[in-house]
């Protein structure tokens, strides 16, 4: 559950020097829990639903000296919707990905992605297995990681 998730995060984060958040953790859940299942009626029914814990949001909030990555999927405004998520969410990084054309991305072996530093320009990849997106963006992490290193 996104309750799990959260929990397992935060019991965690203090000894990390990274953190990617690649989960999709949904920002909703049930309000109550059925104790059985629900049974199919004649009628619609109406679940109420209540916002679960932003984990990024915390994790940003303890940001500290860790290197803090998350994802923005956008069907529109891709750059300026990303920026807005780093900023209020105190990431060093957001991937950018446009998610207009489903095909194109779900269910693909490529994607094309956008890596939105918090100091600096976009850097605009181009179409790539998703193995080499997640290769260049492990190597960005890591050459700024030891940029800090360094600086220290």
């Known amino acids: 559950t996104a309750k799990e998730m959260f929990e397992a995060v935060m019991s965690r984060i203090d000894n990390a020097q990274v953190f990617i958040s690649a989960a999709a953790v949904a920002d909703y859940t049930p309000t109550k829990r059925s104790p059985q299942k629900i049974k199919k009626k004649n009628e619609n029914i109406t679940i109420e639903m209540c916002r679960t814990e932003d984990i990024l949001k915390r994790v940003g909030d303890k940001k500290g000296d860790r ?39 779900f269910g693909s072996d490529t994607n094309k992605i956008i890596l939105i530093p918090r100091k600096g320009q ?28 360094r600086q220290k």
């Open 67 to 105: 290197i803090i990555v998350g994802f923005a999927a956008e069907t529109e405004n891709l750059i300026e919707n990303a920026e807005k998520k780093l900023m209020e969410k105190n990431l060093d990084l957001i991937v950018g990905n446009d998610i207009s054309k489903p095909k194109e991305v």
């Open 122 to 149: 976009p850097i605009d990849l181009p179409k790539m297995s998703k193995r080499e997106a997640a290769d260049a963006l492990l190597d960005y992490i890591a050459a700024n990681l030891l940029k800090r290193r």
